[in-house]
């Protein structure tokens, strides 16, 4: 007798700690939620629903994580042969609740206590599954890094360390100064990683038209990212003509090639001037509004994060950047609301993830 069941690890930044959701299942044994597909249902779907219902979180899928097979004997002395799909999902929604006529408990562990946890109370053949979900959130949270060196004195060996970690971890992108762009999108060709270059940095101050020949010129030598520093003089003079004109030239230049991201240096603005900058860029046509450039009197907040999130909603995406040196910033920054986290500290941080290495299951099976 054959049966298929679909399940998944979920996770959550909560806390500014990731955590991943178990539970304490009818036999005493810390498992993964899982159940049978109803008629017409895929995979999918059915591992999404019955996490649902027994554990009250809703989820959307990011990878699959593989199966799990194993025989055991039925009631009526069948032996079943079971395969498991499972997959990785991220917490969208709902509060924890237990099936109980299913299950004794659900509960969240936090991630570098999820394999301590499950050598104590779980199923050895889950193991399998619980390393690769752990080292595909390590691959999801460097996605979201754009490595930075933006330093005045790198130099050429600099960068060059700086595009062999960022390949080495999968960082999202490498940014950069303009004069670098060359050499970086050379050493990034076919990596799926996008060079970015700075534009009108630090400050801010310099004319529209300049700024859009800087960009045009970097996305000319392979930029496919633009972080454009706002014109802050006139945002906080009020003068809305004037910084989405400033902004315009430059999304002008940059695109279709290269999207663009718009640093508002937020510790230098009110928050009306944030709410207002935000809106103006969204306005203007950024794809992203960013906190900080790094180089002035304060980085990202959770508070900033939070704010811009709640301004541009899903019309743009949100980078904090400036001051992020460990995963607990890190994952508070996520936690608030942002998209990307530019930082020149990616490697330490996502070497603060769990990294176990892959293991094969042994005979002892999932009910």
């Not at 999918?44 to 097979?69: D, F, K, S, W």
């Not at 395969?83 to 004794?104: M, P, S």
């Not at 986290?341 to 290495?357: D, Y």
Request: negative net charge.
């Amino acid at each position: 007798m054959n049966d298929i069941a679909a399940g998944g690890v979920v996770y959550t930044v909560e806390g500014g700690a990731l955590r991943l959701l178990f539970i304490d299942d009818r036999f005493g044994y810390l498992s993964l939620p899982k159940g049978h597909p109803e008629p017409g249902e895929s995979l999918e779907q059915a591992a999404l629903r019955e996490i649902e219902e027994e554990t009250g979180i809703r989820g959307r899928i990011v990878a699959p994580l593989g199966e799990v097979a194993y025989a055991f004997q039925s009631g009526d002395g069948q032996t079943v042969h079971k395969t498991v799909h499972y997959y990785l999902i991220e917490k969208t929604g709902g509060t924890l609740r237990v099936q109980e006529e299913e299950i004794a408990g659900v509960r969240w562990i936090p991630a570098d206590g999820a394999l301590p946890a499950q050598e104590a109370a779980g199923y050895p053949n889950n193991r399998p599954i619980l390393v690769r979900a752990l080292q595909a959130l390590r691959r999801e949270i460097a996605r979201r890094i754009d490595h930075t060196l933006l330093k005045p004195e790198a130099t050429k060996d600099d960068i060059l360390c700086l595009v062999e970690d960022a390949v080495r971890y999968g960082f999202a992108a490498v940014c950069v100064q303009p004069w670098w762009v060359p050499l970086v999108a050379d050493r990034l060709r076919g990596t799926g990683i996008r060079p970015c270059a700075v534009v009108g940095f630090p400050l801010g101050g310099t004319l529209p038209e300049a700024k859009a020949y800087e960009a045009y010129q970097a996305v000319r030598a392979g930029a496919e990212e633009i972080d454009v520093v706002v014109n802050l003089g006139a945002l906080k003079s009020g003068d809305e003509d004037g910084v989405r004109r400033d902004l315009e030239a430059v999304i002008e230049a940059a695109k279709p090639q290269a999207a663009v991201k718009v640093i508002l240096e937020t510790a230098l603005l009110t928050e009306e001037e944030k709410r207002r900058a935000a809106e103006w860029a969204v306005a203007a046509g950024a794809d992203f509004v960013k906190t900080s450039t790094g180089f002035g009197p304060g980085g990202a907040t959770v508070e900033d994060v939070r704010l811009l999130r709640s301004v541009v909603g899903d019309r743009a995406g949100v980078k904090a950047s400036g001051g992020i040196r460990t995963l607990s910033a890190a994952l508070a920054l996520l936690e608030a609301g942002a998209d990307r986290l530019g930082t020149s500290s990616g490697p330490a941080i996502v070497r603060e993830l769990p990294a176990p290495e892959d293991a094969a299951s042994d005979e002892k099976a999932v009910p």
